[in-house]
């Protein structure tokens, strides 16, 4: 606690400084027409904007969220191939994913939630919420969201990139954007990417395709985007070490309608959508050369003299679906600004493993197996957002009521308050209640040492802040305390009376996080004639009073107990440019070495990244490098991470 405190100390006394530019902007309008005054004026919001995404040395929408402060990215797979992505100590399945204001999260588990149709190519920018905001967004914004702003087609562009580098990785990617007319503007792009991998079986290949078209009128906007994403990779212990040569390939289909009307003294927002997504995941990996073969007549597979075991009936097969809408009106009036509206979301699953008994087998196309179990839920919600301005202070209610088919009915309640200090930034006050529903693997999940529980209940959490923000023209800065207080909490957990070491989906009663955590980027280029554009500082420390826990977690309890970055952007002059990052990480939490048998605590790693650009006109051409001080260390525990990894590419763009 008292570490908490003295780094509390030093970041007041960091955020403080170069706050004395005398013009104060206009807060940002993040996470898109879907976000309320609310979220806007008093949470934390970080925005990873269009320039830091050309300079830093990531080439991955994962790559780019290690940027964010309280964002923990735990990779299993590189280059965005498997990622757990979460916010303030939550879990992956805590944190709602957005594009343009689209929820994203895959029903069957959040290991898919970044399985996304989105290059960074496409990015404009990304804005991270910390916090809770269940009380807007619905059951996934448990502890966070995440909104991926793509690019308007407001010229007419090509942009063609490629990239090569250690472990025969090779990515390559074109886009063009095209000015239709005055009012209509269409951009897509296509990207492929592959690699032999940095260790055995740790091998990709993937493929994403987006478009999106959109009209700006005077009082009507509109936008249809489209997207695929495929890909395919060695799972070499990612969920469980007892049977490391794992293999995993997935399919995402995204189609989206939204758009808004203005009217008077008031507008219309509105959105519809559908994300199809599959999933073949082989515990004992048979896809490529040299892995395990079906026996036919023995009904085994086997590689070589290794047989698989003899419960194991072929890979898992899961195809999940989700359709879903939000409508809303915006007016004002003498009583403030007002919002209210209504969402509505279905989600299934198809499966060889999750859900309850089909009367009629499915068949999996192109397999000999069959799709033997479903399940389904409708999630709906109306909400009300009240916001009313005295003098400097503003004040904000909302209120949502939830209704499940599966889990029943939530009121979920959002109090904030901010106060403007004239030429010196903004204070403000939150508090929200929040939820999580169970995801189908929760709940029927079971092969490979790992059973759900459909006696799984929803997770509950009250989210309590204290903040203060400011904007200038030289400085963007954040600070925040928080404290979220979980109960019914959903773990997968060893218990201690459990010989068999299982894995077992449950409702572990309460877990409480505190922290502070805050960002600043500071723009200097005028000061240093462009020696040092800009310098970005963010950390994020987070705690827990609970005591000791008489079982092993694996997910809630092991969450970044503290994350420090520092970056600069540099202009030598001449084209010649670099940036580079300092990430320190320490994790809380401990994992079994599965080599030893050993309960091993996480250790405490330091991770330099950095790019390299030469710049002339049209093209850029850059190198990067990550992680080079080539530490070994696992973001999940027995996953090794790459070590030292070196790239090189170009990226030309030409405006006609």
Same mark, same amino acid.
């Given at each position: 606690?008292?570490?908490?405190?003295?780094?509390?100390?030093?970041?007041?006394?960091?955020?403080?400084?170069?706050?004395?530019?005398?013009?104060?902007?206009?807060?940002?309008?993040?996470?898109?027409?879907?976000?309320?005054?609310?979220?806007?004026?008093?949470?934390?919001?970080?925005?990873?904007?269009?320039?830091?995404?050309?300079?830093?040395?990531?080439?991955?929408?994962?790559?780019?969220?290690?940027?964010?402060?309280?964002?923990?990215?735990?990779?299993?797979?590189?280059?965005?191939?498997?990622?757990?992505?979460?916010?303030?100590?939550?879990?992956?399945?805590?944190?709602?994913?957005?594009?343009?204001?689209?929820?994203?999260?895959?029903?069957?588990?959040?290991?898919?939630?970044?399985?996304?149709?989105?290059?960074?190519?496409?990015?404009?920018?990304?804005?991270?919420?910390?916090?809770?905001?269940?009380?807007?967004?619905?059951?996934?914004?448990?502890?966070?969201?995440?909104?991926?702003?793509?690019?308007?087609?407001?010229?007419?562009?090509?942009?063609?990139?490629?990239?090569?580098?250690?472990?025969?990785?090779?990515?390559?990617?074109?886009?063009?954007?095209?000015?239709?007319?005055?009012?209509?503007?269409?951009?897509?792009?296509?990207?492929?990417?592959?690699?032999?991998?940095?260790?055995?079986?740790?091998?990709?290949?993937?493929?994403?395709?987006?478009?999106?078209?959109?009209?700006?009128?005077?009082?009507?906007?509109?936008?249809?985007?489209?997207?695929?994403?495929?890909?395919?990779?060695?799972?070499?212990?990612?969920?469980?070490?007892?049977?490391?040569?794992?293999?995993?390939?997935?399919?995402?289909?995204?189609?989206?309608?939204?758009?808004?009307?203005?009217?008077?003294?008031?507008?219309?927002?509105?959105?519809?959508?559908?994300?199809?997504?599959?999933?073949?995941?082989?515990?004992?990996? =048979?896809? $490529? #050369?040299?892995? &395990?073969?079906?026996?036919?007549? *023995? %009904?085994?597979?086997?590689? /070589?003299? @290794?047989?698989?075991?003899?419960?194991?009936?072929?890979?898992?097969?899961?195809?999940?679906?989700? =359709?879903? $809408? #939000?409508?809303? &009106?915006?007016?004002?009036?003498? *009583? %403030?600004?007002?919002?209210? /509206?209504? @969402?509505?979301?279905?989600?299934?699953?198809?499966?060889?493993?999750?859900?309850?008994?089909?009367?009629?087998?499915?068949?999996?196309?192109?397999?000999?197996?069959?799709?033997?179990?479903?399940?389904?839920?409708?999630?709906?919600?109306?909400?009300?957002?009240?916001?009313?301005?005295?003098?400097?202070?503003?004040?904000?209610?909302?209120?949502?009521?939830?209704?499940?088919?599966?889990?029943?009915?939530?009121?979920?309640?959002?109090?904030?308050?901010?106060?403007?200090?004239?030429?010196?930034?903004?204070?403000?006050?939150?508090?929200?209640?929040?939820?999580?529903?169970?995801?189908?693997?929760?709940?029927?999940?079971?092969?490979?040492?790992?059973?759900?529980?459909?006696?799984?209940?929803?997770?509950?959490?009250?989210?309590?802040?204290?903040?203060?923000?400011?904007?200038?023209?030289?400085?963007?800065?954040?600070?925040?305390?928080?404290?979220?207080?979980?109960?019914?909490?959903?773990?997968?957990?060893?218990?201690?009376?459990?010989?068999?070491?299982?894995?077992?989906?449950?409702?572990?009663?309460?877990?409480?996080?505190?922290?502070?955590?805050?960002?600043?980027?500071?723009?200097?280029?005028?000061?240093?004639?462009?020696?040092?554009?800009?310098?970005?500082?963010?950390?994020?420390?987070?705690?827990?009073?609970?005591?000791?826990?008489?079982?092993?977690?694996?997910?809630?309890?092991?969450?970044?107990?503290?994350?420090?970055?520092?970056?600069?952007?540099?202009?030598?002059?001449?084209?010649?440019?670099?940036?580079?990052?300092?990430?320190?990480?320490?994790?809380?939490?401990?994992?079994?070495?599965?080599?030893?048998?050993?309960?091993?605590?996480?250790?405490?790693?330091?991770?330099?990244?950095?790019?390299?650009?030469?710049?002339?006109?049209?093209?850029?051409?850059?190198?990067?490098?990550?992680?080079?001080?080539?530490?070994?260390?696992?973001?999940?525990?027995?996953?090794?991470?790459?070590?030292?990894?070196?790239?090189?590419?170009?990226?030309?763009?030409?405006?006609?």
């Amino acid at each position: 606690m008292r570490k908490l405190i003295l780094t509390g100390c030093a970041l007041t006394t960091l955020f403080a400084f170069g706050q004395n530019e005398p013009r104060t902007l206009d807060e940002v309008e993040v996470l898109g027409e879907k976000a309320p005054s609310a979220i806007i004026e008093a949470q934390h919001v970080q925005v990873i904007d269009s320039t830091q995404i050309r300079e830093i040395a990531a080439t991955t929408v994962n790559e780019l969220l290690e940027y964010a402060s309280a964002v923990d990215v735990r990779q299993r797979g590189p280059r965005d191939m498997q990622s757990d992505v979460s916010v303030r100590g939550g879990t992956f399945d805590q944190t709602l994913i957005l594009v343009n204001g689209i929820p994203m999260n895959d029903p069957q588990t959040g290991h898919h939630n970044m399985n996304l149709p989105i290059g960074v190519e496409d990015i404009d920018r990304i804005e991270i919420l910390h916090g809770g905001a269940s009380h807007r967004y619905g059951p996934y914004a448990f502890s966070g969201a995440i909104n991926i702003i793509t690019k308007n087609p407001t010229t007419n562009n090509i942009t063609v990139s490629a990239e090569y580098g250690e472990y025969n990785t090779q990515q390559a990617n074109v886009g063009a954007s095209i000015h239709l007319s005055e009012k209509w503007g269409l951009r897509a792009g296509v990207g492929v990417g592959q690699s032999d991998g940095y260790l055995d079986n740790t091998d990709y290949h993937q493929l994403s395709t987006v478009a999106e078209l959109t009209y700006q009128g005077d009082n009507v906007n509109l936008s249809f985007l489209s997207g695929y994403n495929s890909k395919g990779f060695g799972a070499q212990n990612f969920y469980t070490s007892a049977f490391p040569n794992q293999y995993e390939a997935t399919t995402t289909q995204f189609h989206a309608i939204r758009g808004s009307v203005l009217l008077n003294k008031g507008g219309i927002n509105f959105n519809l959508y559908s994300r199809q997504h599959t999933d073949r995941f082989e515990l004992y990996r =048979e896809t $490529g #050369e040299g892995w &395990y073969e079906y026996n036919e007549s *023995a %009904g085994v597979y086997a590689r /070589g003299t @290794d047989t698989a075991a003899v419960w194991y009936g072929g890979p898992n097969f899961h195809r999940s679906g989700v =359709e879903g $809408g #939000e409508a809303s &009106y915006k007016v004002i009036t003498p *009583a %403030g600004r007002t919002e209210i /509206g209504f @969402d509505l979301r279905n989600e299934r699953v198809l499966s060889n493993n999750l859900g309850l008994p089909l009367d009629n087998p499915i068949a999996v196309p192109g397999t000999r197996f069959n799709y033997t179990r479903s399940d389904s839920r409708l999630n709906s919600g109306a909400f009300v957002h009240q916001r009313y301005t005295l003098g400097n202070v503003i004040f904000n209610g909302s209120l949502r009521f939830n209704a499940n088919s599966a889990f029943g009915n939530e009121w979920l309640p959002g109090f904030e308050v901010a106060y403007s200090i004239p030429n010196a930034g903004r204070v403000y006050g939150s508090y929200n209640r929040s939820f999580r529903l169970p995801t189908f693997t929760d709940l029927y999940y079971r092969l490979g040492g790992a059973q759900g529980s459909a006696d799984l209940q929803p997770e509950y959490s009250h989210n309590y802040e204290l903040g203060y923000k400011r904007a200038t023209s030289k400085v963007r800065s954040s600070i925040s305390v928080f404290l979220r207080d979980g109960t019914n909490m959903i773990d997968w957990v060893v218990l201690p009376t459990d010989t068999t070491g299982t894995l077992r989906a449950q409702n572990i009663t309460e877990l409480t996080i505190y922290g502070i955590d805050g960002d600043m980027t500071i723009n200097v280029a005028e000061e240093t004639n462009n020696f040092i554009k800009n310098i970005r500082l963010s950390a994020a420390f987070m705690n827990t009073p609970t005591g000791e826990f008489d079982f092993e977690s694996l997910y809630a309890l092991d969450f970044l107990a503290a994350k420090v970055a520092v970056g600069m952007s540099h202009d030598f002059g001449k084209g010649f440019g670099l940036s580079w990052q300092v990430n320190a990480q320490d994790r809380q939490g401990t994992y079994v070495d599965f080599g030893t048998g050993d309960v091993t605590p996480y250790a405490p790693v330091v991770l330099i990244d950095a790019r390299a650009t030469w710049k002339r006109k049209f093209l850029t051409v850059y190198v990067d490098a990550n992680n080079i001080l080539d530490n070994v260390y696992q973001d999940r525990g027995n996953v090794l991470q790459p070590g030292r990894w070196v790239r090189a590419g170009f990226r030309l763009s030409l405006d006609y």
